[in-house]
């Protein structure tokens, strides 16, 4: 297990909350990750797990594929789209492994 798998173990243990932020993303406010100085904090923390898993489940072109979804952006907001794609699939694939 990676140490971004235990550090989102950590942090998502209310089941609720993970079905939010699989239903409706992390734009609506999540504690942790709502703030560039969170966002970029936890990328820094946990950089290369976030890139080797956007590779896997986006492709070797992660960084175009997101800068897609809002045009052209600063290097803070990719890093915060990055954190909160991963936050997002990790609280998804939780989501669906309760309900199984």
Same mark, same amino acid.
Do not use: P
């Given at each position: 297990?990676?140490?971004?798998?235990?550090?989102?173990d950590?942090?998502?243990?209310? /089941?609720?909350? $993970?079905?939010?932020?699989a239903?409706?993303?992390?734009?609506g406010?999540?504690? %942790?990750? #709502?703030?560039?100085? &969170?966002?970029?904090?936890?990328?820094?923390?946990?950089?290369?797990?976030?890139e080797?898993? /956007?590779?896997? $489940?986006?492709?070797?072109?992660?960084?175009?594929?997101?800068?897609?979804?809002? %045009?052209? #952006?600063?290097?803070? &907001?990719?890093?915060?789209?990055?954190?909160?794609?991963?936050?997002?699939?990790?609280?998804?694939?939780?989501?669906?492994?309760e309900?199984?």
């Amino acid at each position: 297990m990676s140490r971004l798998t235990d550090a989102l173990d950590e942090r998502f243990t209310d /089941l609720d909350e $993970v079905k939010d932020v699989a239903n409706h993303g992390c734009s609506g406010g999540v504690g %942790g990750f #709502i703030y560039h100085n &969170e966002t970029l904090d936890f990328f820094n923390k946990h950089q290369e797990d976030i890139e080797d898993t /956007l590779q896997v $489940v986006i492709g070797d072109n992660y960084i175009e594929e997101l800068s897609k979804l809002k %045009g052209v #952006i600063t290097m803070r &907001e990719l890093m915060n789209m990055m954190v909160w794609y991963i936050v997002e699939d990790y609280c998804q694939s939780k989501s669906l492994l309760e309900a199984a």
